[in-house]
């Protein structure tokens, strides 16, 4: 396929089958990913519940990389969907080598940070003592990655924003399978404990970040070139127009883990705050496993958005968004009644013999599980805007869910119900966020009606 064949592609073919299928390989790499995490806490946890935590805190370190990955890839993808929208494909290949040198440069410049400092890095993340051995000995190999795992999400995001989702499955999923296999060996035949978790982690990544490149040198994807990595205030300018929101929600992402570690390990019971660490780490692995799938659809229509809307058909933007919404939300409150259900079940699955983090863990999931079902109409909703370069409001959106509501509620909601308030405080942060959206969501679907 060509690039005017997949501009023909997006601009005519059916709404819903396009969305679908852009949708279906994002899915796939989206709960592949997701399900590796899940491995990976599983097969830890049956070392103990200090190593759970540690998996827990350092999953603070792989937000911190996720944002500028995110940053990069959004940024970079956003304005490569609408320039080929709009046939500037010169424009393109520029804003794609920039977007992927650069967080790869910024990646060796955490390694050179963070590698010294290991056991400081894990205390500031929120580790209690008693974990601090634990998350060290991830986060060393994970640090090490940070170069592949940062411009591997950059290069995942401009394949899908490119309308080549497959690619980037392929890379995703490729690796995933790897972390997956490898994982038993090296924590269990190699017998290197919550280390080898960590290899297995970095092996993956590294490979996937070999797929996805590879990947760029297809006919219909944009290539990367090194002479076209030529920066500019334009170039940045525009990445940071389509990605402050993706930076600004990984960032509070990553506050709310290292938070929520804190406030997990203060308000806990005597001796039980690495119990306490535990059950929100896994609590937070099995959210994102479902919320993965919600998160793929979503962004199969962000293609779909950002070559029409480049190409000024206003209507086909807003029949893919108001599909993802009524997708997204049909599966959350399945998902959510499911979880509610089966909430000590699920957490035994990762620590069957700790009475504590069941206990824990069970209330927490069936606070999130309850408010969970409005979570896909602002995150499809924000994904819209920051596709239009309507960066204030989707900037604004980005930031709630685990900011601008959640880290008021994390650290107030304590005070007055102990644990409890921890326990409550994403879901409270979800309803929250919904009613900020609500108002943009009926405007934006007005504007569009209309355009």
């Known amino acids: 396929m060509t690039l005017d064949d997949k501009y023909a592609e997006m601009t005519q073919q059916p709404v819903r089958r396009l969305v679908c299928r852009m949708a279906l390989p994002t899915v796939v790499a989206m709960v592949t990913t997701a399900f590796y995490n899940v491995v990976d806490a599983a097969f830890v946890g049956r070392l103990s519940t200090e190593g759970t935590a540690g998996v827990g805190v350092s999953f603070a370190f792989m937000t911190f990389i996720q944002a500028l990955g995110f940053f990069f890839g959004h940024g970079s993808g956003n304005f490569i969907s609408r320039a080929l929208g709009a046939r500037r494909r010169d424009e393109a290949g520029v804003m794609a080598s920039v977007g992927f040198f650069t967080p790869l440069l910024l990646g060796f410049i955490v390694v050179v940070v963070c590698l010294p400092s290991l056991d400081g890095l894990s205390r500031m993340l929120g580790a209690p003592s008693e974990v601090v051995p634990f998350a060290s000995d991830y986060l060393r190999y994970i640090v090490l990655a940070s170069p592949f795992m940062m411009s591997a999400l950059t290069l995942n995001n401009q394949l899908r924003l490119q309308g080549n989702a497959r ?33 297995a982690t970095a092996i993956s990544q590294t490979l996937s970040w070999s797929l996805l490149l590879a990947g760029t040198f297809r006919p219909e994807s944009v290539h990367l070139r090194l002479l076209n990595f030529r920066p500019s205030l334009h170039i940045y300018y525009e990445i940071v127009r389509g990605g402050l929101p993706s930076l600004f929600r990984q960032a509070f992402n990553c506050a709310a883990v290292i938070i929520l570690n804190h406030q997990a390990a203060r308000y806990a019971g005597p001796g039980q705050a690495a119990a306490a660490v535990a059950a929100f780490a896994i609590v ?100 819209l805007f920051q596709n239009i370069r309507m960066t204030a409001p989707a900037t604004l959106l980005s930031i709630c869910r685990n900011g601008l509501f959640f880290l008021p509620a994390v650290l107030l909601l304590p005070l007055l119900l102990g644990l409890h308030g921890v326990e409550m405080a994403q879901g409270i942060a979800d309803v929250l966020t919904f009613l900020l959206a609500l108002p943009y969501i009926i405007k934006i679907n007005r504007q569009l009606q209309t355009a």
């Open 284 to 383: 937070s692995r099995v959210m994102m496993f479902v919320f993965s799938v919600v998160l793929g659809f979503c962004q199969g229509f962000q293609p779909v958005c950002g070559y029409n809307y480049g190409a000024g058909l206003y209507g086909r933007v807003r029949q893919s968004w108001l599909f993802a919404i009524t997708m997204g939300t049909a599966f959350l409150l399945v998902a959510s009644a499911i979880g509610i259900v089966f909430a000590p079940e699920i957490v035994a699955l990762f620590r069957a013999d700790d009475p504590v983090v069941i206990s824990i863990g069970s209330r927490t999931l069936r606070w999130q599980c309850g408010a969970f079902p409005l979570v896909a109409s602002f995150t499809a909703t924000g994904m």
């Open 167 to 199: 690619l980037g499955m392929v890379g995703i999923v490729g690796g995933a399978i790897i972390n997956i296999v490898l994982d038993p060996i090296l924590i269990f035949g190699f017998d290197m404990g919550v280390s080898g978790a960590s290899l």
